[in-house]
Nanobody, 122 residues
Framework: QVQLVESGGGSVQAGGSLRLSCAGS????????VGWFRQAVGKEREFVAA????????DYADPVKGRFTISRDNAKKTVYLQMNSLKPEDTAVYYC???????????????WGQGTQVTVSS
């Protein structure tokens, strides 16, 4: 069993930065791939980024490539999402999730956090 807790959300002006954290619990956390997803009001949940268990493989959705960076520290059981050059369209609730393979589909993820709100104003 893996439990995930996101933190680091908040309100920022366009062009600003935020760093989200996803703290995991459970002995097997480091064995899971971790993904970040986001869901804006009235929209479906969408893939943002994912990282392999060792951190050697990452994947990014096109809208965030070059602006967001995913990383993990297995010793701290934490995955990070550094978000730079934020845009109003990045406004959403951001969720982290754990899966046994790197995947862009939400259905591929077994464990989910409760989400953290990110609001970017113009």
């Amino acid at each position: 069993q893996v439990q995930l807790v996101e933190s680091g959300g908040g309100s920022v002006q366009a062009g600003g930065s935020l760093r989200l954290s996803c703290a995991g619990s459970g002995r097997t956390f480091s064995a899971y791939y971790v993904g970040w997803f986001r869901q804006a009001v009235g929209k479906e949940r969408e893939f943002v980024a994912a990282i392999s268990w060792g951190g050697g493989t990452t994947d990014y959705a096109d809208p965030v490539k070059g602006r967001f960076t995913i990383s993990r520290d297995n010793a701290k059981k934490t995955v990070y999402l550094q978000m730079n050059s934020l845009k109003p369209e990045d406004t959403a609730v951001y969720y982290c999730a754990a899966a046994t393979i790197i995947d862009r589909a939400p259905t591929g993820y077994r464990f989910w956090g409760q989400g953290t709100q990110v609001t970017v104003s113009s």
